[in-house]
């Protein structure tokens, strides 16, 4: 039985045998790049990565070569935030890979701020990498999905807070409600196209660069409100997310999987 206060690792069950992928924002430590390791273990053909920082990207790529073994792993610089840039970095996967089955859009940019202490201009960086940096990646490889003709598969990273209420996170939860919105909205309309889109929802997920930024007693605070007391790991939130790219989950499109349930 597996222990759910201390799971062990889950190996790949060839859920996406053959698929190529595109993720963005995978070069760091968090859930695009456990994203792109169980893509690879999970029996993906090819996989493109996306990040902003060059360097991080190009040892990102290394690094998943040598854990993986797949080697048909490729990397390509590109900011979210500018249309030139996404189209570029679509181009590129299509190119690629030949044609892109599964996007998986991960980029996102979270602070802390009180909503009465916070500038317009903050409010605006995160709704704009986190909620529009989304909507360009999907809409336009929604576009260039139809004119494939070929179906296709596109998973979202929200987050619970979506749904729930955390003081100074107006601007993400915000951005992310408007993920999960965007979703469900877009599902509907790729659906004519055979085209499915879903969203994970994760709760806290740990990985060095939280650990840096946030305040320890807040993290184990956060953690303790968890169904199992602690945060998730990132590769349990991308098992969602290749579930939600594999054939299993054929009939669903428009939902938002929760990866976490609070106490009480």
């Not at 201390?6 to 698929?19: A, C, R, S």
């Not at 590129?92 to 996102?108: F, H, K, P, Q």
């Not at 979506?162 to 965007?182: D, I, N, P, S, T």
């Not at 997920?205 to 807040?218: D, N």
């Amino acid at each position: 039985m597996i222990n759910l206060k201390k799971p062990e690792y889950v190996p790949g069950h060839g859920l996406i045998k053959g698929k190529s992928v595109l993720i963005t924002a995978a070069a760091g430590a968090g859930i695009g790049y456990s994203a792109a390791t169980k893509a690879a273990e999970e029996g993906a053909r090819a996989i493109v990565i996306s990040d902003i920082h060059e360097g991080r990207l190009n040892s990102a790529v290394e690094n998943l070569k040598k854990e993986t073994g797949l080697q048909e792993i490729y990397g390509k610089v590109g900011n979210v935030v500018v249309e030139d840039d996404v189209q570029a970095l679509i181009a590129y996967a299509e190119e690629t890979m030949s044609g892109v089955d599964i996007l998986i859009n991960n980029a996102g940019l979270g602070t802390s701020k009180l909503l009465i202490e916070m500038e317009d201009d903050e409010w605006d960086k995160v709704i704009n990498v986190t909620l529009n940096g989304t909507m360009r990646m999907t809409r336009h490889m929604m576009r260039v999905m139809k004119e494939r003709g070929e179906g296709g598969v596109i998973v979202n990273n929200s987050s619970v807070l979506g749904w729930r209420a955390q003081k100074e996170q107006a601007h993400y939860a915000a951005a992310k409600a408007g993920v999960m919105a965007l979703t469900r909205c877009a599902a509907v309309e790729a659906a004519d196209f055979n085209v499915r889109i879903n969203a994970v929802a994760p709760s806290i997920v740990l990985h060095p660069m939280l650990r840096k930024s946030a305040p320890a007693e807040l993290l184990a605070d956060l953690e303790s409100k968890e169904a199992y007391g602690r945060a998730a790991e990132a590769w349990e939130v991308a098992n969602v997310m290749m579930f939600l790219a594999s054939d299993y989950s054929s009939y669903m499109t428009g939902e938002i999987l929760s990866t976490s349930s609070q106490r009480g």
